[in-house]
Each structure stands twice: as structure tokens, then as C-alpha cells.
């Protein structure tokens, strides 16, 4: 059996999703699905039972979790960058983290983590996957520095040669509809092209950088499951590795594919940034992938023009899901 934390979320759901188009369906699907419409993916995919995270992390303490648990992939966070409630945030993504952690290294049970791109803050130490960096990393909010804390751990323990943690970029793709303000550009952008006829961007406060060129690495959801589930195969692939396509591309770039994609001119209109994010904005993000790649993967599939042109005509348009 696999255990996937997360497993209603976009990626987790989509992992789930991959993991069903391989015949894989014996999962235990944890997740803590509350007010919001995450339980909607859940309904195409197969998976031998559902528990709420918290009756999981019970079963972690008493011991009564399956030993023969094959893996634990541990997805399940509060990934809001905007949550200011910096207790519950070390309690649901560090000390949660931390007891699956141990009883998977225990247990001898694989166990796959999502950290985080955000744990690399501004960017001014670079965005190497290269553990001795760790320490040196600035998270520029509280989620960020809630998985750099876990990352941290991990590296102190010594046991992220046991482990495997990913630090995911920019990833957009179908699933994502319940995610509020943490939806992707790509779904938003479409939302705002069928609604107003136009996107909004935020303007460049960086000298040298023009108005949308403000870059990013965006990955598609199907490459990021495809990637997570290396690690699976490859239980002896240990360490932090980063999740991305390995290529910056510019917001315009992407609003772009947008607009190709539904054979629209496109418009974009660039507003005002507030104040309070002035200061922490990433003006730029390349995920640097020699590492896995140096472990036997190929990188990201998809290009960012063909990702966004599947995305819209076989998902959004319809509002579909990842089915079978």
C-alpha cells in the first residue's frame, strides 16, 4: 500500500491520478478536506480507503499503521504563502512532518516529501537542490520558512540520506480549482480572458525589467507527478532535488500561450503591485535540475506553450478534471 498525505489537493490528486493510470489503486488516501471543493478530485480517482490527516497522524503515534506500507508520500500542507498564523503552521507542516518522517525511517518505508521553491526566498543564494546551501536560505514568508524548518530538521538529523524532499516551482495544471488565491496564473488568466477580456499583471518595480518580464519557472502538473514518482521507483535516490522545468519563462510568455491556446489576440492590462508585496516579489526563479537528471531522469516533458495549450482545451474550458 502507498500512503499519499495531500491526496485531494492539486498535486496530490494528480499524483494519485498517475498512480491509478499505472494500476497502482491499494493507496490510502489521507487528507483533511474541510469546507472547500477539494473533495471533487477525489471522485474520478481509485483508492482503497480515505482517513481525515488527524486520525492518521493517530494511528502514526499508537503504532497502528501498517508496517508493510510500501510509502508514504507526503504531500499534505497548508501551502497558503499568505498564512499568518505561524503556530499552525508549524504544528500542520514541521511537527506533523517530523512524525511521519521518523516513523518511515523507523519503519524502513519510503518516504517522499514536498518541501518548497519558496524555501529559496529572493533568490540571492541561487536555487541549487545542493543540501550544504540549506542553512543558508532565507524564506521571504511563513509557509516558505515552515519547510525550510523541516528541511533544516532533516539535514541536522542526518537522516536526507534516507529521505527524499522536493522543492516544487510554479506548478499549474487540472485539480487546482479549489485553491482560492493559490490557483495558478494560467487558471486565473483564462478566468479573467472569459469573464473581462483582458488579464491583469502586476507592473515591474525592478529597473531593467519591463512590465511582465518578470520570470518564472513554470511546470505542469503531469511532469511534477511524473518526477515525485521517480523518487518511488528509485528508493536509493536520496536528498532535497528540485522540482521544475529548469527553464525561466516570462509572465508574458505564459499569457501568451494563454491566448494561442483559444486562438484569441491577446490584452493584457498591467496594474499597480500593493505595497506590502513590493518588498518580498520574486522577480525570477530557475529551478536547477542537473542533480535528478545527474540520477538517471530526463527533466520536464511538456514545454510550457504545449502544458498551457492541454491545460485550457482539455481541462478548463470544460471545467474538467483528472479522470480516467
Known amino acids: 500500500m502507498i500512503v499519499v498525505t ?16 499505472r494500476g497502482e489503486t491499494d493507496i490510502l488516501a489521507v487528507d483533511h478536506l474541510g469546507t472547500d471543493r477539494r473533495w471533487e478530485n477525489l471522485r474520478p480517482l481509485k483508492f482503497s480507503d480515505y482517513i481525515e490527516k488527524d486520525e492518521f497522524l493517530e494511528k502514526i503515534d499508537s503504532g497502528s499503521l501498517d508496517k508493510s506500507v510500501q510509502a508514504i508520500i507526503h504531500l499534505g500542507a497548508c501551502s497558503d504563502t499568505t ?6 503552521l508549524i504544528k500542520n507542516n514541521y511537527d506533523y512532518s ?12 519510503r518516504f ?20 550544504e546551501i540549506i542553512e543558508n536560505l532565507k524564506p521571504l514568508n511563513m509557509y516558505g520558512y515552515s519547510k525550510q524548518l523541516f528541511d533544516l530538521w532533516a539535514f541536522r538529523k542526518g537522516i536526507l540520506n534516507k529521505i527524499a524532499g522536493l522543492k516544487y516551482f510554479n506548478v499549474f495544471g487540472p485539480n487546482e480549482y479549489h485553491k482560492g488565491d493559490m490557483r495558478s496564473v494560467v487558471l486565473k488568466a483564462f478566468e479573467q480572458i472569459m469573464g473581462d477580456g483582458y488579464v491583469r499583471l502586476f507592473k515591474s518595480y525592478k529597473k531593467g525589467i519591463a512590465h511582465g518580464e518578470q520570470m518564472r519557472d513554470f511546470l505542469y502538473v503531469k511532469d511534477a507527478v511524473e518526477m515525485t514518482l521517480f523518487f518511488i521507483n528509485n528508493p536509493d535516490v536520496n536528498g532535497i532535488f528540485n522540482v521544475g522545468s529548469g527553464q525561466a519563462r516570462t509572465w508574458n510568455d505564459l499569457i501568451g500561450a494563454i491566448y494561442a491556446a483559444l486562438s484569441k489576440d491577446g490584452n493584457i492590462k498591467f496594474i499597480e503591485m500593493p505595497e506590502h508585496l513590493r518588498e518580498r516579489y520574486q522577480y525570477y526563479t530557475q529551478a536547477e535540475i542537473e542533480k535528478i537528471k545527474s540520477f538517471g531522469h530526463h527533466g520536464a516533458v511538456w514545454s510550457l506553450e504545449d502544458a498551457v495549450k492541454d491545460y485550457v482545451n482539455n481541462y478548463l474550458l470544460e471545467r474538467k478534471y483528472l479522470d480516467h
Open 98 to 109: 517530523k512524525k511521519l518522517a521518523l516513523w518511515a525511517v523507523e519503519n524502513k518505508t
Open 6 to 21: 495531500g491526496a485531494a489537493g492539486f498535486i496530490g490528486s494528480a499524483l494519485v491520478w498517475e498512480l491509478n493510470q
Open 112 to 131: 517522499v516529501y514536498a518541501s518548497s521553491a519558496a524555501t529559496y526566498g529572493d533568490g540571492s543564494e541561487g536555487y541549487s537542490d545542493n543540501e
Open 83 to 88: 498564512e499568518k498564523d505561524a503556530s499552525y
